[in-house]
């Protein structure tokens, strides 16, 4: 069989979130009642004219510039003419001949180690509305039309499905973190199509590429191109070729399936837009947007490692959300034990906050409390094994570490006195069992620190049960 390379590209449309629509005053709410958020502009009424959205315009610069992108400090917006139904002007207000931005490059990591995939163009338009079909009619929502859409093209330089998936999963943090979109890719806020084709090792010209659509989920892409892959792999090996087509993505059956062949690439008939001129940006307006900017996930990432000396992947864990790596980074500060804190959020809270749906900041457990729990246990006054007791009953009652321990008299037994009563009374209890450890039976030792902390519910210092029934033991 022959090797084969593999060539993906990707192109992202972002849902950006403002107020208002890009070019009118509308609501920028497409769940409202069907039509509620529509005008004589977004309807694309004769006569009536665009005025361009200036949030719109700094959220897409935020993006540009996190990325390490250009920013075309005068851009044009251009029609792209093509009928639709949910397009009422026969036109798409986009951008084509000088974009807003261009270039930027997103790191990845994977297991291979990290890698950084380069962006092609980035520009401005605005979404079109939603067809939905009932029984017995067809229906058009207007209200997404006019929606502020970032897209968002890479060079062809993604090798693999999984590269994809990685990628995509960085893009919907970076526009969380950015707080431009919500990135909810099942609601259509961030979408993706792909473009794949393949090539033998040491071929220099691309394959003939499929366009795969219809994907509505991270993981969707992934499949879809994996199935995609393999598809065209089959097909050259049995001697045939790839048609130049879009194919869609069928989620249910997990295989893509022909849309349209074509046989050229569609003629858009792109001119610059005259009722809006083109967009001038102040370097000291830009300037304003890059002091805004937030640190970014894999920078991020980067310093939670070098500071707080975690590994990598716990690094890349905690920091899935800005405001995760808050919590984390609030709870490592009241604590001083960044490494305890990390594993308590990755285990227990990360399944607490899964359970309960809830986001971190929502959690019944502010960072003071958990502190305070990680800090019960370094200084002896509990168990480790009571300690996940108490953080459940944390995150169901708000209570304090302090206020449940004492409440519950759940403070860890560390009274040699005591513990060594506990094990006396456990050996006598159990002397058949002693006979069977003295005749060789080792593991038996085990069962008896199981039944210390039984007897002192919990409560015994586990170290100090097992140093205390060494020498009992060894004693006799
Ligand atoms: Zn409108």
């Known amino acids: ?149 970032l897209e968002i093209v890479t060079m062809p ?23 431009i979109s919500s990135g909810d890719m099942e609601k259509g806020a961030l979408r ?33 191109l994996s199935y995609e892959i393999e598809r065209q792999i089959s097909l050259l090996e049995q001697g045939g070729f790839v048609l130049q087509e879009t194919r869609l993505w069928d989620e249910s059956k997990g295989r893509t399936a022909t849309m349209r062949t074509k046989e050229e690439s569609p003629d858009y008939r792109y001119f610059p837009e005259p009722d809006l001129q083109p967009l001038e940006l102040s370097g000291a307006w830009l300037e304003d947007i890059m002091q805004g900017l937030p640190e970014l996930p894999h920078q991020k990432i980067d310093r939670f490692v070098r500071e707080y000396q975690i590994p990598p992947y716990d690094a890349g864990v905690l920091t899935s959300t800005r405001q995760l790596a808050d919590y984390f980074e609030e709870t490592a500060g009241l604590c001083g034990k960044p490494k305890q804190a990390s594993n308590w959020i990755m285990t227990e809270i990360m399944k607490i906050m899964k359970d309960a749906k809830t986001a971190p900041e929502e959690l019944n457990i502010p960072p003071r409390n958990l502190a305070e729990l990680i800090n019960s246990i370094e200084n002896g006054t509990i168990s480790g094994k009571i300690a996940k007791d108490i953080v459940v009953e944390m995150a169901a009652s708000g209570k304090t570490p302090g206020e449940i321990i004492g409440a519950r008299g759940l403070e860890q037994i560390t009274d040699k006195k005591v513990i060594e009563q506990a094990v006396e009374q456990v050996l ?49």
């Open 192 to 224: 993706c199509d792909a473009n794949v084709s393949l090539r033998r090792e040491g071929q220099h010209e691309y394959g003939i590429r499929t366009e795969l659509k219809n994907m509505n989920s991270i993981r969707g892409v992934e499949k879809a």
């Open 157 to 179: 330089v993604i090798r693999s499905a999984q590269e994809a998936y990685l990628f995509l999963h960085r893009i919907r943090q970076i526009v969380q973190y950015l707080e």
């Open 428 to 476: 006598s209890e159990n002397a058949e069992n002693l006979k069977r450890y003295f005749d060789g039976q080792q593991q038996l030792f085990g069962y008896f620190v199981g039944q210390v902390m039984m007897k002192t519910e919990g409560k015994a210092n586990p170290h100090l049960v097992n140093k205390i029934l060494k020498d009992k033991l060894n004693g006799r």
């Open 1 to 149: 069989m022959n090797e084969y390379e593999i060539i993906i590209g990707l192109e992202i449309h972002v849902q950006l979130q403002t107020e208002t629509k890009i070019f009118c005053g509308c609501k920028n709410d497409y769940e409202a009642g069907p039509n509620t958020n529509s005008c004589p502009v977004c309807l694309g009424m004769p006569g009536a004219l665009p005025v361009l959205n200036r949030k719109a315009v700094e959220l897409a610069c935020r993006f540009i510039l996190a990325v390490g992108g250009e920013i075309n400090t005068r851009s044009i917006f251009a029609r792209k003419n093509y009928f639709y139904p949910d397009l009422p002007k026969g036109y798409q207000i986009s951008q084509h001949e000088r974009p807003l931005g261009k270039g930027g490059v997103i790191r990845i990591e994977s297991g291979e180690g990290n890698s950084e995939i380069m962006l092609q163009g980035i520009h401005l338009e605005e979404d079109a509305g939603k067809s939905f079909h009932l029984a017995d009619s067809s229906n058009i929502d207007f209200n997404r039309c006019g929606t502020p859409l």
